[in-house]
């Protein structure tokens, strides 16, 4: 079977870090991306790890871990206009990405 | 703007009529991507298309359910005998295929079914 594990909620203060943690199980897996969602917008791709370790993006940083199912996305310097959903998406395989429910995150001043 | 356009925008239906949504994806993509999102969840995988062949179709699909593209380039996405359970967002992406993880969404299309 498939599953999927965010924080539901994260609340971080501007200019401060967050690490948003993502644990996964699926039957494959290829890698996994992480996509950014405002309200009432559609979903953005933000970073992709495909092999073990760190990938980085300006202020976002994404890690994985395959031994452990396990990745994250760190957010730095956050900013009023990071407040958004956070979604990890595992990709099982040739076969489309898996959303959970994903991480609402509030930067607060 | 992404490059991915979805038209409808917005759409109301009573329950019991049919509805047909239109996706043109960026050109370039080969890989169309439907999915469906309500309120406080992810994005549902529905079906995609690599060029004009349906590959994969999510088991959680209602036969009321079905989409096409017809010369790989855009999609549509009809519902049949709507259901107020069918109310919800429906997003369009894209991707090239050997970049499957990095996909580009549409604005979307929301149902709303009374």
């Known amino acids: 079977g498939q599953s999927l594990e965010q924080p539901s909620e994260v609340t971080a203060v501007e200019g401060a870090i967050v690490q948003i943690n993502c644990t996964y199980q699926t039957s494959g897996f290829y890698g996994l991306s992480w996509y950014q969602q405002h309200d009432g917008g559609a979903p953005t791709f933000l970073s992709y790890?495909?092999?073990?370790g760190l990938e980085e993006t300006g202020r976002f940083s994404s890690f994985l871990s395959r031994s452990d199912s396990y990745g994250y996305l760190l957010l730095q310097e956050l900013q009023m206009k990071d407040s958004a959903s956070y979604f990890c998406?595992?990709?099982?395989?040739?076969?489309?990405?898996?959303f959970g429910k994903g991480t609402r995150l509030s930067v607060i001043a | 703007d992404t490059g991915v356009s979805q038209d409808p925008r917005h759409k109301i239906t009573k329950r019991g009529q049919n509805v047909t949504f239109r996706c043109d994806p960026i050109?370039?993509?080969?890989?169309l991507y439907w999915y469906r999102q309500t309120l406080g969840q992810g994005p549902e995988f529905l079906t995609y298309?690599?060029?004009?062949?349906?590959?994969?179709k999510s088991r959680l699909l209602s036969d009321r359910f079905s989409a096409e593209r017809p010369k790989g380039s855009f999609s549509t996405l009809e519902i049949q005998r709507t259901e107020q359970g069918d109310s919800a967002m429906y997003l369009c992406?894209?991707?090239?295929?050997?970049?499957?993880?990095?996909?580009?969404f549409g604005p979307g299309t929301r149902l709303t079914v009374t």
């Open positions: 998406a595992p990709i099982p395989g040739n076969t489309p990405l898996v």
């Open positions: 790890n495909g092999l073990d």
């Open positions: 298309f690599q060029n004009e062949a349906q590959l994969e």
């Open positions: 050109s370039e993509h080969n890989r």
């Open positions: 992406a894209s991707s090239l295929g050997h970049r499957l993880w990095e996909q580009y």
